[in-house]
């Protein structure tokens, strides 16, 4: 069975500095895909970055970045440079393989990111 | 290009009562997805639809829960009776296909049942 797990329930960081959002998860399948989400208190769900288990390269979009290591089952998001409308819930989440139907994303439970002035 | 739209944004009832939420997909999506969103909680997946066929309604309680997806656009999701354990945020997003890695997802329908 697939599993995400996010230890940090709440992160605070100053404004203009870099943060980093934890990430861990377990499959047995060679085939996964890696995506974070931005939740604000509106409620909608935003993707903000996708990284394929066969990606060599971290995957990059402007302030984010996924620090993806894969020998360590580890896939954390990092934001450059935060800015007070980062302040959200973020969700690492996991798909399930292609061979299995694809597309079924399992969610970890989130951290509350608040970014101070 | 409009997102997905949802409705109603908040419902209130009591318990046992009936309710239904609306989700309308991006325009040429044919995948949809209704996912449960329990509060502190990540989502959760409670059905698939490819078109209008459901593919994947494992985690969908049927004994209360029905969902629909006419025409393959519109999708509406039911509850009957409604319990107070059901008090969540549903949300449903949709994609272009199988094989889009990327889900859009609608603001959501916050229920309260008391």
């Known amino acids: 069975a697939q599993k995400i797990t996010q230890t940090q329930p709440g992160m605070f960081v100053q404004e203009k500095e870099a943060v980093t959002l934890d990430c861990t998860y377990d499959t047995s399948d060679p085939s996964y895909g890696l995506f974070w989400y931005k939740q604000p208190s509106s409620g909608e769900m935003i993707f903000l970055i996708y990284q394929g288990s066969y990606d060599q390269q971290n995957a990059t979009e402007g302030r984010y970045s996924l620090n993806f290591q894969k020998a360590r089952k580890s896939a954390n998001l990092v934001i450059s440079a935060s800015q007070l409308g980062d302040s959200a819930m973020y969700f690492c989440?996991?798909?399930?393989?292609?061979?299995?139907?694809?597309?079924?994303?399992?969610f970890g439970q989130g951290t509350r990111l608040t970014i101070n002035p | 290009e409009a997102g997905v739209v949802q409705s109603p944004r908040y419902k209130i009832i009591e318990k046992k009562q009936p309710v239904a939420f609306w989700c309308n997909p991006i325009?040429?999506?044919?995948?949809l997805y209704w996912y449960l969103q329990n509060l502190g909680q990540g989502p959760e997946l409670l059905i698939r639809y490819e078109n209008e066929e459901a593919v994947d309604d494992s985690q969908l309680p049927k004994d209360r829960f029905s969902a629909e997806r006419l025409k393959g656009v519109d999708s509406t999701l039911k509850i009957q009776p409604a319990e107070l354990g059901d008090s969540a945020v549903y949300l449903c997003a949709s994609s272009l296909g199988t094989n889009s890695y990327e889900q859009y997802f609608g603001p959501g329908t916050r229920l309260t049942v008391t």
């Open positions: 989440a996991m798909r399930s393989p292609f061979a299995q139907g694809a597309q079924k994303l399992v």
């Open positions: 325009s040429g999506h044919n995948t």
